[in-house]
């Protein structure tokens, strides 16, 4: 089962806050979270292991909910270079393939 | 940090011909990849799991005799799309992980156009 991301879109003024919200109907053990750019390859961001969990990388951090089986993912201060499609990712199996969720598209203006 | 190399970049063909897409990881041994695809403004759905020196395996719809993948040293896998149709036209990208901090590496992605 595909991990569900909300919102599907959204548009941010440069400086602005956003959080998406990444929900499964699995039971979770970690959570990837991605940025791809048009055209490009996915980048990885950051894993979250532990339930409750926060990480941070530059002023993008998430927090992981194993209980609720959700993830989200803030976004502070955007700049122009946040904008891309974010995805969730939950591995899984023997072979931790990941399950990407549904994605976000993000588009920051000045 | 972790580099995965995947070529070619862009590709077309014709319709019935085969083409092979090679995923290399440069500074570590992948001894698993996996294959993904994506259409426009869709997500990445998982097609196989490569595995060095044994069988892929392929996740469900995926028709394993059209797409061949072949891992054969422990940072190279191949994906050939056989007897490629137009409906086979996608973004195609491989990734692995390294090991190290947890999240995957992809390569650069294959975009395939079939005419």
């Known amino acids: 089962q595909q991990p569900v991301q909300s919102p599907q879109a959204v548009i941010l003024r440069e400086g602005e806050d956003a959080v998406i919200n990444c929900s499964s109907s699995?039971?979770?053990?970690?959570v990837h979270w991605y940025r791809q750019k048009h055209g490009e390859a996915p980048v990885f961001l950051m894993i979250?292991?532990?339930?409750?969990e926060q990480k941070g990388h530059e002023k993008i951090s998430a927090s992981f909910n194993e209980k609720k089986q959700q993830s989200s993912l803030y976004l502070t201060a955007s700049q122009l270079s946040y904008s891309g499609t974010y995805f969730c990712?939950?591995?899984?199996?023997?072979?931790?393939?990941?399950?990407f969720g549904t994605g976000t598209k993000l588009q920051v203006i000045p | 940090g972790a580099v995965v190399s995947q070529h070619p970049s862009r590709v077309i063909c014709k319709s019935g011909t085969s083409v092979k897409i090679e995923c290399r990881s440069l500074d570590f041994q992948a001894t698993t990849m996996f294959w993904y695809r994506q259409f426009p403004k869709q997500s990445l759905m998982l097609m196989a799991t490569?595995?060095?020196?044994?069988?892929?395996?392929?996740e469900q719809g995926v028709e394993k005799d059209k797409f061949l993948i072949n891992h054969a040293s422990l940072t190279l896998s191949t994906l050939t799309v056989t007897s490629a149709h137009p409906e086979d036209s996608s973004f195609y990208i491989c990734?692995?992980?390294?090991?190290?901090?947890?999240?995957?590496?992809f390569g650069s992605g294959t975009r395939l156009t079939v005419v």
């Open positions: 990712g939950t591995p899984s199996g023997g072979y931790q393939k990941v399950t």
């Open positions: 699995k039971a979770l053990y970690s």
């Open positions: 990734s692995a992980t390294s090991g190290q901090g947890g999240g995957y590496t």
């Open positions: 979250l292991l532990k339930g409750g």
């Open positions: 490569s595995n060095e020196g044994s069988k892929a395996t392929y």
